[in-house]
């Protein structure tokens, strides 16, 4: 299951790499920060459901130029660069996930880039989870007398033959 501690590591590393020089700081900062510097902020939304759990995670990328008042072009670099950063899909732990709404606005010298990650996960189904029913049973298949009844012939190989035309 993808916590909202992989997504953020996994966009610090991101930023980390595409922007080595410069500083990331936590949300707990909110004065006497180096600049430049790019702060991130998640704000997530879980539905849950019986067998999985879906996620909307809203993601915040501030980014905090050299200068408070001569900083346009930096801005307008540092634009190009997150929009090719965070693009169309983006990796969290072994899962890769689409990027949605993906907006950027400056405000008062800052840019701000915003966008989404959807996504569902399995839930870890336990014995001592709080939620569970004790008369609910992870479903198993079909009884094992079922195959001997209906025998199925397990796939191999398929190959595909594609003209073109």
């Known amino acids: 299951m993808i916590t909202m501690k992989d997504v953020k590591k996994a966009i610090n590393s991101r930023l980390q790499a595409k922007f080595p020089s410069i500083e990331i700081n936590s949300n707990d900062v909110k004065e006497g920060f180096a600049r430049p510097s790019f702060f991130v902020e998640l704000v997530g939304r879980r539905t849950s459901l019986t067998e999985h759990v879906d996620r909307d995670i809203n993601i915040t990328v501030y980014y905090f130029p ?3 008042y001569e900083n346009a072009i930096e801005l307008l670099d540092t634009q190009e660069q997150l ?8 990796k ?9 709404d993906t907006s950027i606005v ?4 800052v840019l701000n880039m915003s966008f989404s990650l959807e996504f569902n996960d399995a839930r870890d189904i336990t014995e001592d ?6 008369e609910y049973t992870k479903p198993t298949g079909p009884p094992p007398e079922h195959f001997e009844k209906y025998p199925v012939e397990l796939m191999e190989d ?6 073109k035309e």
Not at 158 to 163: E, G, R, W, Y
């Open 66 to 68: 050299t200068d408070d």
């Open 83 to 90: 929009e090719s950063t965070f693009d169309l899909k983006f």
């Open 92 to 100: 969290v732990a072994d899962r890769w996930i689409n990027i949605e």
């Open 106 to 109: 400056t405000t008062d010298g």
């Open 129 to 134: 989870s709080n939620w569970l029913d004790k």
């Open 158 to 163: 398929l190959n595909f033959i594609l003209d």
